[in-house]
């Protein structure tokens, strides 16, 4: 008996990591850094504990930068780590994630591919909430690519969240960044709302509920050369506005994707449980069959038997007397001379007959 095909049960992917998306030079790296280095002191309630020691040196080691006047230098690998999460009472566990901007083109605008960017996609997928990072200037002054990128690439990213299960309601923030060298641009389009509305309004159309916020996670100056350098004097702002807004619904959103989980996994060792006992039934069956096939064939050889034998004794009754002697008659041979003639009986004379 050939056994019904069992149905894999796909899990939904467990959503548990606040995701920044932005492309090159979205200011991804500057942003994580100081956003750690003010949710570690606590301000404003929230604060952030990197659960493995690299992210915390490398977000410190990045702050030291940019108070003495330096850029961090562009992302070369991507960073993730878990990082523990409290505000006013919820607290979770997400994964913070930092990666080249290349990587967002090659993922959202060129299809994916290669490991990084499917890596990226696996991330965005697992996302209780997303922050994207958009420059200003480069939506209104970038190149063609650039502006895709922001453009295109950032349709396709919330598209994609919006479409996969329990994606409907994750929570999205859009920080433009560098609001400090963009203030007017922002302004003059009322402010950031109005600024992704007016400029970027297929984000808004796919994106569906989100939250603009201005954000500046390090305001600028210009050094002796005329070249904008960090200066830190002054508090990155709106950085941990977004973070609170993810984390008003965050928990709603994993504790939903945790429910599902755990039905999934309920499901799942239902079937299995069903797979066991129909393979059991099946060997079951099988043996039943050949000890019947067993008893079949022993019968009907005995019954086989039993008929030669009686077959036999029959024919041996139903044989008469005279067949058994002139089967025992020894027979003469041909070459054999003729029997003698008596002499009397060789002189007698024939006997006449009558008229």
């Not at 201005?214 to 977004?242: I, K, Y």
Request: charged share 25%; with cysteine; glycine share 8%.
């Amino acid at each position: 008996m050939i056994s019904p095909p069992e149905f894999e049960i796909c899990l939904p992917p467990a959503r548990d990591r606040i995701l920044l998306l932005g492309r090159r030079k979205a200011g991804k790296t500057v942003f994580l850094s100081r956003l750690y280095e003010q949710a570690w002191r606590g301000n404003d309630g929230l604060h952030m504990r990197a659960v493995d020691g690299s992210l915390h040196e490398t977000c410190m080691d990045m702050v030291d930068q940019l108070k003495t006047g330096l850029w961090p230098a562009a992302t070369a690998g991507s960073l993730s780590s878990g990082v523990d999460v409290s505000w006013h009472g919820l607290h979770t566990t997400m994964v913070l994630l930092d990666y080249p901007g290349e990587v967002f083109r090659r993922a959202f605008v060129e299809g994916g591919g290669d490991d990084q960017s499917d890596k990226l996609l696996e991330h965005v997928d697992h996302a209780a909430a997303v922050i994207l990072l958009i420059d200003p200037g480069n939506v209104q002054l970038g190149g063609v690519q650039e502006v895709v990128d922001d453009d295109y690439g950032m349709v396709q990213a919330v598209d994609r969240i919006r479409q996969s299960p329990d994606g409907a309601d994750v929570p999205i923030a859009v920080a433009l960044t560098k609001c400090d060298e963009h203030l007017g641009l922002v302004r003059d389009s009322g402010g950031a709302r109005g600024f992704v509305e007016s400029h970027l309004p297929n984000l808004v159309r796919y994106g569906g509920r989100m939250r603009m916020f201005a954000t500046a996670a390090v305001r600028t100056r210009l050094d002796a050369l005329g070249q904008q350098v960090p200066n830190t004097q002054h508090e990155a702002a709106g950085l941990l506005d977004a973070v609170k807004y993810c984390m008003k619904h965050v928990d709603r959103q994993m504790e939903v994707s945790s429910q599902r989980q755990e039905e999934a996994n309920e499901t799942r060792r239902q079937q299995e449980a069903e797979r066991l006992d129909r393979v059991a039934a099946s060997q079951s069956q099988r043996q039943w069959i050949a000890f019947w096939i067993v008893v079949v064939v022993v019968a009907l050889t005995v019954i086989g038997l039993a008929l030669v034998v009686s077959f036999g004794e029959s024919s041996a009754e139903n044989s008469s007397p005279a067949d058994r002697v002139e089967v025992s008659a020894p027979t003469s041979d041909p070459l054999d001379p003729p029997p003698e003639v008596p002499p009397a009986a060789a002189n007698k004379p024939p006997a006449e007959q009558s008229p």
